[in-house]
Nanobody, 122 residues
Framework: VQLQASGGGLVQAGGSLRLSCAAS????????VGWFRQAPGKEREFVGA????????YSSDSVKGRFTISRANAKNTVYLQMQNLKPEDTAVYYC????????????????WGQGTLVTVSS
């Protein structure tokens, strides 16, 4: 499955953005989907994930209560709704897929698509 993240841009601190992860080649409904981000000069960070069915989600402590992951399997798309954005959220955001039972862990993912840049100004 090929993945393409989109929806990034420049936003002021406290603002909101919704990122989309569009899948092609295969149905995204076959996979758990994770979101990651990488800030300049830093390692890739696991932001969170949604289970294949969409019933369960996981969010890292750094975004819990501010970011929400959802999915629309009929549209072959997964979303990352980001609210109350902070300058430290500035990064390139990526989505990835997994078939592992440990989908709530970053190490379960290894299929990287094109990312989208989010810049949060103070």
């Amino acid at each position: 499955v090929q993945l393409q993240a989109s929806g990034g841009g420049l936003v002021q601190a406290g603002g909101s953005l919704r990122l989309s992860c569009a899948a092609s080649g295969r149905s995204v409904g076959n996979y758990h989907v994770g979101w990651f981000r990488q800030a300049p000069g830093k390692e890739r960070e696991f932001v969170g994930a949604v289970s294949r069915s969409g019933v369960s989600t996981y969010s890292s402590d750094s975004v819990k209560g501010r970011f929400t992951i959802s999915r629309a399997n009929a549209k072959n798309t997964v979303y990352l709704q980001m609210q109350n954005l902070k300058p430290e959220d500035t990064a390139v955001y990526y989505c990835s897929t997994s078939v592992s039972t440990q989908w709530y862990q970053g190490k379960a993912y290894n299929n990287w698509g094109q990312g989208t840049l989010v810049t949060v100004s103070s």
